[in-house]
């Protein structure tokens, strides 16, 4: 049985993994309306991890007999700027998860709730993945700077990114 102070922050946390799901399924609208096909691939398969985040929480809550509740995603925002300034917001983006999931973890660990806390180890260890990645790209984004060539050849290759369950 979970406890009335974990559900309700997990909760919370679902409608925070929907919202990133959202926020980065637009980054892809963002890049395909700008010619960034492979841009976009990346960032949808981006968005699909994190509905599957939010589901892992989703049957987490219902495996342990607690209540989910789905609360209102609110619209992220439609226009994003240039792929480095996309994938800088996408930094922080995961440097804010990262912070709420260390959230979610003290409170588990308050609560003595081990089973929360043994879920959410894989959520810390994900979120430092998330953010050595994203800081890479930014990182390359910055070398390319206004290199067309090198900018269309690292939009190429993060278009080759396959989902979490292709390989």
């Known amino acids: 049985m979970i406890g009335d102070r974990i559900e309700a922050a997990l909760n919370e946390q679902i409608t925070h993994e929907f919202f990133a799901s959202q926020y980065y399924l637009s980054m892809s609208a963002h890049f395909e309306r700008a010619g960034f096909p492979g841009f976009a691939r990346w960032m949808r398969v981006q968005s699909d991890e994190e509905r599957e985040h939010a589901l892992r929480i989703f049957d987490f809550v219902n495996d342990r007999e607690g209540r989910v509740t789905v609360d209102r995603i609110d619209a992220p925002p439609s226009e994003f700027g240039s792929p480095l300034e996309v994938f800088q917001a996408a930094l922080a983006h995961e440097r804010k998860v990262t912070a709420l999931i260390g959230d979610l973890y003290r409170l588990a660990a308050e609560e003595a709730d081990y089973p929360t806390q043994v879920m959410l180890q894989w959520f810390v260890n994900e979120q430092v993945q998330e953010e050595k990645i994203a800081s890479d790209i930014v990182d390359r984004l910055r070398l390319a700077g206004e290199n067309k060539s090198a900018l ?14 292709a390989g």
């Open 152 to 165: 269309l050849l690292l939009e190429t290759e993060l278009g080759q990114r396959q989902g979490e369950d």
